[in-house]
């Protein structure tokens, strides 16, 4: 079965750096599109970066624009997303999303914290 599991998450000081992980598996990684959301409580869950299948084409949400960085090892099966200069208001459960044939697939999260 699919499954998606996200790893990397931690407490970290404004302006530090975090590098979250999503392990894939139970489906064909290198062909579908694969994003970060994230969410805070009471708060929609909203898209942070998305990398599309084979031509690896990205996009981010404004708010992290030059901050964040998200790749793919498709012989890994794992989608990363490097977080640097982070601020509080970054602080959320950060979800892995993959997008295959018009089925979509959520981790279960792992939580970034930021805070002094």
């Known amino acids: 079965q699919v499954q998606l599991v996200e790893s990397g998450g931690g407490l970290v000081q404004p302006g530090g750096s975090l590098r979250l992980s999503c392990a894939a598996s139970?489906?064909?990684?290198?062909?579908?599109?694969m994003s970060w959301y994230r969410q805070v409580p009471g708060n929609e869950r909203e898209l942070v970066a998305r990398?599309?299948?084979?031509?690896?084409?990205?996009n981010y949400a404004d708010f992290v624009k030059g901050r964040f960085t998200i790749s793919r090892d498709n012989a890994k099966n794992t989608v990363y997303l490097e977080m640097n200069s982070l601020k509080p208001e970054d602080t959320a459960m950060y979800y892995c999303?993959?997008?295959?044939?018009?089925?979509?697939?959520w981790g279960k999260g792992t939580l970034v914290t930021v805070s002094s």
């Open positions: 999303n993959a997008v295959l044939r018009g089925l979509s697939y």
């Open positions: 139970g489906f064909a990684f290198s062909s579908a599109a």
């Open positions: 990398i599309i299948a084979f031509v690896g084409i990205t």
